[in-house]
């Protein structure tokens, strides 16, 4: 299938896409953290080598690149609006929601609240425009980020705003999760009832916060879905910009609605990614389907 041309949506940059080499069968959509964009987290993150080892071709580990470990992926890595960044002393910044200190994610949570609206809304289109190029079958569609982006996605998997599909992997990386009190909150109330009423619990709360009416109907499907899908999260120990210990919590939080969810902490790493992060980032699409049986991982 040819794929279009991507266009701009309500004042965010069209998404930078890096289209696959053979026939395309799945597309993963990559989130950049704050203060960069698209491109530059696309340069960064498809170059960035790492080993592995591929008994067919050589006897000694490689170095390889995720576009040529999955040359039937299509990458898009969108660009956050430019919006006031309070962190940034009220500069226009490239994000996709507003920050107003590093050292606590939880302060100035009330100016966080239009971006995430605005970007889950870009968010489901996106998604659903992926879906709609891979005719219908949204379990070849993988949704990830770093850092704000990481947070970002896993807002939108709780929100309820994306579409009424089930994805085929979530990624995060260096994140947390925005309002992440309120919605353990919001669970705690929730104690004796299943995952689904808790789910639907939070999904009305945030629905709410963001000022978003609940799609029709009331059945699994009703914009869950994604929180069947597999997350996988990853963070440095050595993270001082984005505690480890928030994304803990964030993964903790997954785990309270249900969600089968994965989490791996890197000794010596800050806020950034290594070579073994990386391998187990393709460990994991290879068992969600993507480069099955194309090679062995060197530990």
Same mark, same amino acid.
């Given at each position: %299938?040819?794929?279009?041309?991507?266009?701009?949506?309500?004042?965010?940059?069209?998404?930078h896409i890096i289209p696959p080499t053979s026939t395309h069968t799945h597309t993963i959509i990559l989130l950049h953290g704050t203060s960069t964009s698209?491109?530059?987290?696309?340069?960064?993150?498809?170059?960035?080598?790492?080993?592995?080892?591929?008994?067919?071709?050589?006897?000694?580990?490689?170095?390889?690149?995720l576009p040529h470990l999955l040359p039937s992926v299509r990458f898009v890595f969108p660009t956050g609006k430019l919006r006031i960044s309070t962190v940034f002393g009220g500069v226009l910044k490239h994000a996709w929601f507003d920050i107003t200190t590093f050292s606590d994610r939880t302060v100035g949570e009330d100016k966080q609240i239009e971006g995430l609206k605005e970007s889950c809304l870009y968010l489901a289109e996106l998604v659903q425009e992926e879906v709609k190029l891979l005719e219908g079958r949204s379990n070849r569609v993988v949704l990830g980020g770093f850092s704000q982006g990481c947070a970002m996605v896993s807002f939108a998997c709780l929100s309820g705003v994306l579409p009424r599909v089930?994805? @085929?992997?979530?990624?995060?990386m260096s994140g947390w999760l925005p309002f992440r009190r309120q919605i353990e909150e919001v669970v705690d109330s929730c104690k004796g009832l299943s995952s689904f009423e808790r789910r639907r619990a939070v999904r009305g709360y945030l629905? /709410?916060?963001?000022?978003?009416?609940?799609?029709?109907?009331?059945?699994?499907?009703? @914009?869950?879905?994604?929180? /069947?899908?597999?997350?996988?999260?990853?963070?440095?120990?050595?993270?001082?910009?984005?505690?480890? $210990?928030?994304?803990?919590?964030?993964?903790?939080? %997954?785990?309270?609605?249900?969600? $089968?969810?994965?989490?791996? %902490?890197?000794?010596?790493?800050?806020?950034?990614?290594?070579?073994?992060?990386?391998?187990?980032?393709?460990?994991?699409?290879?068992? %969600?389907?993507?480069?099955?049986?194309?090679?062995?991982?060197?530990?």
């Open positions: %299938m040819t794929c279009p041309p991507p266009t701009a949506h309500h004042g965010y940059p069209a998404p698209g491109p530059t987290f696309a340069s960064s993150l498809l170059s960035f080598p790492f080993s592995i080892h591929d008994p067919k071709l050589a006897s000694d580990p490689t170095t390889e690149t089930r994805l @085929g992997a979530v990624i995060g629905l /709410d916060l963001l000022g978003l009416e609940a799609s029709s109907g009331e059945g699994h499907s009703v @914009g869950e879905q994604c929180l /069947d899908t597999e997350l996988w999260f990853g963070h440095g120990l050595a993270d001082e910009k984005v505690k480890p $210990q928030w994304a803990l919590e964030m993964s903790n939080v %997954m785990e309270s609605v249900g969600c $089968q969810r994965s989490m791996k %902490m890197y000794d010596d790493l800050g806020h950034w990614y290594c070579a073994a992060e990386m391998r187990d980032i393709f460990d994991f699409l290879r068992r %969600m389907g993507l480069g099955e049986g194309k090679t062995e991982l060197v530990q």
